[in-house]
């Protein structure tokens, strides 16, 4: 678990981008079960979220077409939310950062560290654009 007081900087990124937090296992699957699309950003707090995937997935935003909601759990932090949305990113195995669509509560596009690390914060805003054009 990583103190509060480290990660609020990196919390207050994607709330001030309009991302709502989910602390817990129920808040991920009220979130899911709302129609429509959502994008969950599994936060973190190593240099390719700070560097790419926050920037990337805030980008992505600026487009027409985007989620009906944007939510966030933070990995290392918000332990039972994390565990609650990595069962739904299934058969994706856990990674943080992370960011997964989903459209009517089925997972329809995600991003995984792998897909983050070496990639600029234009292609990953790119990718989610061309995954929103398609989903949402």
């Known amino acids: 678990m990583y103190p509060e007081e480290i990660v609020k900087p990196m919390r207050q990124e994607l709330v001030n981008a309009g991302f709502k ?9 009220n979130a899911l079960k709302q129609g429509g699309t959502t994008l969950v950003v599994v936060n973190s707090v190593c240099g390719c979220a700070a560097g ?10 600026q487009f027409d077409k985007t989620p009906t909601q944007i939510t966030t759990v933070f990995a290392g932090v918000d332990v039972d939310a994390v565990a609650k949305a990595r069962e739904h990113m299934v058969p ?21 560290r792998h897909h983050i690390e070496g990639r600029s ?16």
């Open 52 to 61: 790419t995937a926050r920037p990337g997935t805030i980008a992505s935003l």
């Open 121 to 136: 914060a234009e292609m990953i805003a790119s990718n989610l654009a061309a995954a929103y054009e398609e989903f949402c």
């Open 21 to 29: 937090e989910l602390y817990t296992a129920g808040d991920v699957e």
């Open 92 to 112: 994706f195995p856990p990674s943080s950062p992370a960011v997964a669509l989903f459209k009517d509560g089925e997972l329809v596009h995600m991003l995984e």
